[in-house]
């Protein structure tokens, strides 16, 4: 008897000790149980977790309480929503991304993840949720509850990813059944205005012990994104995370930064990874059939609906769209169907951006890279080894150098068909060259390390079509002077004021003027004062202002400066070549332009060029009366390594930055790992916090503020301390 109590009493005792599941909300509490966060005297959060998931949690937190809206809208518009908050004119762009994943197939993917990525995923989303739940006050535009899905649709970090490169006007022209040759005054449009636009891209620089004063590496993590971007951030678990970097809004790795051992910097590449393929599709018995080899291949079919906002209700707009093995059908080419093929492995995708975060060396990272995910980015890195190293792409497919992918290929000819990837010893990588330094600013790899760089013939083309730049040309000269660096000297070289750019294009109108001669007192002292610049941006330079309206006009007028570099020419270069007449009219024009806008061309450059934050929203307003930085950096276009973008706004005449400079940092590895940081603006959307502004002057000088990245360093300079949810 007492046999049979026993057995009846263990089930229930084992029940009674087994835990209870916890509503979302207990979850939400428990996790931030876990968390505290400490907030240094510029605003910085660093997380510390017991675990990844926990750090990951206070992480997402932290960015919603510096810039939900950005947190908010990379979500919206990844996963196809934007419409709903933009109106009817965003309703392709989120068409191209269900095209190719929609919500039943991200959440498939996240099914397949291992159970430590869910873990993260699910800390994702009940971090951002856990934030809306404490904060009533705000409300989300779109989504009210964040899903652990959802970060399968922004999974590599870079700027909107490799589906931005994909123009959501062919879309609309194939799945609108408008006439497809809008895309081709789009596609002019559009080369047009990057000619003009500040180049959007990122400078990494690695230097070995033999270039630094400690004997030690150094890394330089400059990217060139908008502004506001990025946020800066520190996460720490007790499971072996400790990383301090920029993390794009919404994502829950550090995108380009460091850890104690190693540090990482993407900078985008030009590295082929998309391609398109034109598929001989034909109509049987209602459904679309496309050829491929000696079969004939059903096309897949989607049927989704798609909402956007109209006025103040939803409406809904029903599609079919099209898949062949090779991708989603994304345009047309006369009557053509043509299918566009990525990269798009999300879950991989994932491992690979937060496993980057924990790694110790070149070797550990060298293994990871064998992961192939990272499609849009060449990667510069340091480590506490002394080791610095250069990977030039990573996702690189294999291809029949039969055919010509630079163009659309043949999608019925099984031998067009990717022939997996390049492995990472294929590909182009450096280590510790014998210049002891490793540049890319968005450059060709190939004058990555000078002479000991990669040769360009021993690569097939896809793999590096890159060209050389004027960014990439001053890396070169200043590191090719440098030497006993230390930290502030690595910040110098970065914010060094020379544009090679005006090398170029100003003895060009030099010797113009000397073979033509206009006589205008105007012209000729503007002329003077250009024959005596060094090439070197100020505030207080005049010749500046000149240059910069003479540059843009010069482009506008005659074409791309960069097609003026030797490297760049082929015998499909158009390389400019103005006649004296025509030039000392480009800057006749210029002086003119500047007369009316700024009352004389005779303008300090600081006067015209100024960085200024009179809101947190994503789309800011510019007003020349309202009080402004003055701001000496010039844009990258003339080879600024420091690049400040800058332009005007409705109702302006001034110009404002918007992209360039964003978050950057020197790292130094040693025995402890030294950094110093600044960051556009500062760490806070709120205008009313003291981190709205508080690094601007900062960063127009140059004078970065010290990196805490040790735990006794933050509770120095701690500010505030808190848990999620608990903050006063």
Known sequence: MKFRLLLFVLPVLIWSCEPKELSESERWEDTASRVEILRDDYGIPHIYGKSDADAVFGLLYAQCEDDFRRVERNYIWATGRLAELEGQESIYSDLRANLYMTEA????????????????????ADGVNYYLATHPEVKPQVITHYEPWMPMFFSEGSIGGDIEQ????GIQAFYAEKEPDVMAQYEKEMVYEALLDEPKGSNGIAVNGKMTASGN????????????FRPEVHVVSEEGLNAYGAVTWGQFFVYQGFNEKTGWMHTSTQVDFIDEFVEEVSEKDGKYEYQYGDESRAVEEFQISLKYKAGEELKEIPFTFYRTHHGPITHQIDDKWVATKINWDPVNALIQSF??????????FKKMMDIRTNSSNNTVIADADGNIAYFHGNFIPKRNEGFDFSEPVD??????DWQGLHTVDESIMILNPGTGWIQNCNSTPFTAAAEFSPKREDYPFYMAPDQENYRGIHAMKVLNEASELTLDGLIDLAYDPYLPAFEKIIPMLLKAHEKKGIA????????????????RTSKESVAMSLAHFLGMNFMRNHGNINNLISFNTD?????????????????SQTLEEMNADFGTWNTPWSEINRFQRL????????????EYTPVGMASGTWGALAAFGAKTYPGTKRLYGYRGNSFVAAVEFGEKVKAKSILAGGQSSDPNSPHFYDQTQGYVDGEFKDVAFYREDVEARAAERYVPGKRE
């Open 520 to 535: 205008d007192p105007q012209f000729t002292e503007a002329i003077k004062i250009l024959e005596a610049w060094d090439y």
């Open 166 to 169: 994909i123009p959501t006007r």
């Open 217 to 228: 590496a150094m890394l330089l993590i400059n990217p060139h994104t908008s502004f506001y």
């Open 571 to 587: 015998e499909n270069t158009t390389i400019p070549n103005p006649s004296p007449t025509e030039l000392l009219s480009t800057f």
């Open 615 to 626: 809101t947190g929203e994503i789309d800011m307003p510019f007003d020349d009366s309202k």
């Open 355 to 364: 496993t980057r975060t924990k790694l110790s060396n070149h070797t550990e």
């Open 105 to 124: 197939e991200a959440k498939a993917a996240y099914e397949t993840a291992p159970d430590w990525l869910k873990g993260l995923c699910v800390a994702f």
């Open 411 to 416: 999608g019925s000819d099984p031998n067009s």
